[in-house]
């Protein structure tokens, strides 16, 4: 049985936005060059048959690839939350939380990530999965919490400043 696939909303389009562009644009122009190039006699050294047999076969690896991933994908929305209904205030999945670290050379150094499923980590963006090790730490936790986080450094006491649902 596969894992469950959190994701967001936002995440979750974007991977049915780019199965369908494979679906729709990529590999039926592929498949009309392979088909051209197929029509043209000797395939063994006919480069645009090759490397298109070799680009079709990538594209149907990541459409089983996307189709999985969103068959296993469960959509956390947090629409409450955003509201401020429900525990507003807890790190959960999808949360955006700012935090500072207590000790070391990152000591009032202000941070924020937000939690996102792991097909849509961005660390450029601040996007870490749900399943890493400061997701983990973080989880269910509270502003004004303390807790620790695992780093190459060793362990550091981090203090949780904001939690926002966007």
Not at 124 to 152: E, M, N, Y
Request: with cysteine.
């Amino acid at each position: 049985m596969e894992e469950k696939n959190y994701i967001t909303p936002a995440g979750h389009e974007r991977i049915k936005t780019e199965l369908l562009k494979l679906l729709n644009l990529d590999r039926p122009e592929v498949v009309k060059v392979v088909h051209w190039a197929a029509s043209n006699g000797d395939r063994s050294e006919n480069g645009d048959y090759i490397y298109g047999k070799k680009r079709l076969r990538e594209i149907d690896r990541r459409i089983r690839f996307l189709n999985k991933r969103l068959e296993f994908a469960v959509v956390v929305d947090n629409l409450a939350r955003k509201s401020g209904e429900n525990d507003a205030d807890q790190v959960f999945f999808g949360a955006t939380v700012t935090y500072s670290a207590l000790e070391g050379p990152q000591a009032g150094k202000q941070t924020v990530i937000t939690i996102v499923g792991v097909d849509e980590v961005d660390l450029d963006k601040g996007h870490v999965s749900w399943v890493s090790p400061i997701a983990k730490a973080l989880i269910k936790s509270r502003i004004g919490d303390c807790v620790f986080i695992q780093t190459p450094t060793g362990p550091t006491e981090i203090e949780i400043l904001d939690v926002q649902y966007l």
